[in-house]
């Protein structure tokens, strides 16, 4: 580890390690190519630091780690035991486990035998839960997982659906009968030394803040997850925008807000005003926001936030505080009011605070007589705990 000037010098060295596991590393020759290691390297890159990365076993990484002997590993899930000695960052990557199967889950029997790369993720995280499964075989590639759920040997295997994916494509492999079901969300992180943060306490802070920059497809919506979300909120979008309250309320926010008068610029920079609390209680108890409250309530706490913007993009109709009050610059509001007869999604984002995944749903409200656009719905949904809701697991009880 080279750190002899500290991390303010552009072209520090840091010397981190990774194990032999899918994806940090390619499958058959251990080299650091893989999705997790590429974005390693760009977010060291763009804090103009030179990361050398080791690959070594699991078993040696956590070892390194515990005695202070290097920087960080990764990719890992957040881990009680891990904590004791490190500190993750923001994830660099979303994995999407799914179970790979043959026989329909429906059709498995209790004690289902199962497959996972050795020392892997999924391996780590089977292993800390009390689910009656029977883990057959501890892989040494996706290949060997695969051949083994074609053959009849395992019933299922467990593995990230992306890598799965694009190992299917490069090998040629028949898919065959080979099918596959949700089973959770799995956040990767770095994981940095106790040790190493104590010397440069500045490095997770700046670390987090470069990672939006380098974050790969793991974070867009999968066709399965447009459908789930679609399926899910399309009947909640409707009476949204064809409410009539609520259309009515939009349509003469700022006169009763009595706001009509001030330009875009002003109103953003009045709501940034901390000490200008009158703009802020307005909105929050205006029809609009009331109305939106009432009609979001029943989600089973899977909607965050509501917005509603008038055609001026502002944010007349809110169900928590919003850091801008002008949304007319942002996606959510722009691509409704482009299309309008569309359900826009966003990628998938992580909120720090409450270590969850949310995306942005965004509709546009039309005028029923006009047909004219006059604002915009947006829903901040979990999409964490809505996918959690649709995770199938291989035996009954946890249907």
């Given at each position: 580890?080279?750190?002899?000037?500290?991390?303010?010098?552009?072209?520090?060295?840091?010397?981190?390690?990774?194990?032999?596991?899918?994806?940090?590393?390619?499958?058959?020759?251990?080299?650091?190519?893989?999705?997790s290691t590429s974005a390693v390297r760009c977010i060291f890159e763009h804090l103009q630091m030179k990361p050398v990365?080791?690959?070594?076993?699991?078993?040696?990484?956590?070892?390194?780690?515990?005695?202070?002997?290097?920087?960080?590993?990764?990719?890992?899930?957040?881990?009680?035991?891990?904590?004791?000695?490190?500190?993750?960052?923001?994830?660099?990557?979303?994995?999407?486990?799914?179970?790979?199967?043959?026989?329909?889950?429906?059709?498995?029997?209790?004690?289902?035998?199962?497959?996972?790369?050795?020392?892997?993720?999924?391996?780590?995280?089977?292993?800390?839960?009390?689910?009656?499964?029977?883990?057959?075989?501890?892989?040494?590639?996706?290949?060997?997982?695969?051949?083994?759920?074609?053959?009849?040997?395992?019933?299922?295997?467990?593995?990230?659906?992306?890598?799965?994916?694009?190992?299917?494509?490069?090998?040629?492999?028949?898919?065959?009968?080979?099918?596959?079901?949700?089973?959770?969300?799995?956040?990767?992180?770095?994981?940095?030394?106790?040790?190493?943060?104590?010397?440069?306490?500045?490095?997770?802070?700046?670390?987090?803040?470069?990672?939006?920059?380098?974050?790969?497809?793991?974070?867009?919506?999968?066709?399965?997850?447009?459908?789930?979300?679609?399926?899910?909120?399309?009947?909640?979008?409707?009476?949204?925008?064809?409410?009539?309250?609520?259309?009515?309320?939009?349509?003469?926010?700022?006169?009763?807000?009595?706001?009509?008068?001030?330009?875009?610029?002003?109103?953003?920079?009045?709501?940034?005003?901390?000490?200008?609390?009158?703009?802020?209680?307005?909105?929050?108890?205006?029809?609009?926001?009331?109305?939106?409250?009432?009609?979001?309530?029943?989600?089973?706490?899977?909607?965050?936030?509501?917005?509603?913007?008038?055609?001026?993009?502002?944010?007349?109709?809110?169900?928590?505080?919003?850091?801008?009050?002008?949304?007319?610059?942002?996606?959510?509001?722009?691509?409704?009011?482009?299309?309008?007869?569309?359900?826009?999604?966003?990628?998938?984002?992580?909120?720090?605070?409450?270590?969850?995944?949310?995306?942005?749903?965004?509709?546009?409200?039309?005028?029923?007589?006009?047909?004219?656009?006059?604002?915009s719905i947006t829903l901040g949904i979990n999409i964490s705990a809505l996918l959690e809701k649709q995770a199938v697991?291989?035996?009954?009880?946890?249907?």
């Amino acid at each position: 580890m080279t750190l002899t000037c500290g991390l303010a010098q552009a072209n520090t060295q840091i010397e981190l390690q990774t194990y032999h596991a899918f994806p940090a590393s390619n499958e058959q020759q251990h080299s650091t190519n893989g999705t997790s290691t590429s974005a390693v390297r760009c977010i060291f890159e763009h804090l103009q630091m030179k990361p050398v990365i080791h690959v070594v076993t699991w078993r040696h990484a956590l070892a390194a780690l515990t005695r202070g002997q290097t920087p960080g590993i990764f990719a890992l899930e957040p881990n009680e035991k891990l904590a004791q000695i490190g500190t993750p960052s923001f994830p660099i990557l979303l994995q999407k486990w799914m179970w790979f199967h043959t026989v329909p889950l429906s059709e498995l029997p209790n004690k289902a035998r199962v497959a996972v790369l050795a020392d892997s993720n999924e391996q780590r995280w089977l292993e800390q839960q009390s689910f009656p499964l029977t883990l057959e075989v501890q892989a040494d590639s996706l290949s060997q997982m695969i051949n083994l759920v074609q053959a009849g040997r395992v019933d299922a295997f467990l593995a990230d659906y992306a890598q799965t994916v694009q190992h299917l494509k490069q090998t040629f492999t028949p898919t065959g009968k080979l099918s596959h079901s949700f089973a959770r969300y799995a956040p990767m992180h770095l994981y940095f030394s106790n040790h190493y943060l104590e010397r440069y306490p500045e490095l997770l802070g700046q670390f987090n803040s470069k990672i939006e920059h380098c974050i790969g497809d793991g974070f867009q919506l999968s066709e399965f997850e447009q459908t789930i979300l679609a399926d899910k909120f399309s009947d909640l979008f409707t009476t949204l925008t064809q409410d009539p309250h609520l259309l009515s309320a939009v349509k003469n926010s700022e006169q009763e807000l009595h706001i009509g008068h001030l330009d875009v610029a002003t109103l953003d920079q009045m709501w940034l005003q901390s000490e200008n609390e009158d703009l802020a209680l307005r909105i929050i108890n205006s029809k609009s926001s009331q109305r939106l409250r009432s009609l979001t309530s029943l989600s089973d706490e899977l909607i965050t936030e509501a917005i509603v913007s008038n055609q001026r993009g502002l944010g007349v109709g809110i169900t928590r505080l919003t850091t801008d009050f002008w949304q007319g610059d942002e996606a959510k509001f722009i691509n409704p009011s482009n299309a309008p007869e569309q359900l826009h999604l966003s990628d998938i984002d992580y909120d720090s605070s409450t270590r969850s995944f949310l995306v942005h749903a965004s509709k546009a409200m039309l005028d029923p007589e006009s047909g004219e656009f006059i604002g915009s719905i947006t829903l901040g949904i979990n999409i964490s705990a809505l996918l959690e809701k649709q995770a199938v697991f291989l035996f009954p009880a946890y249907q």
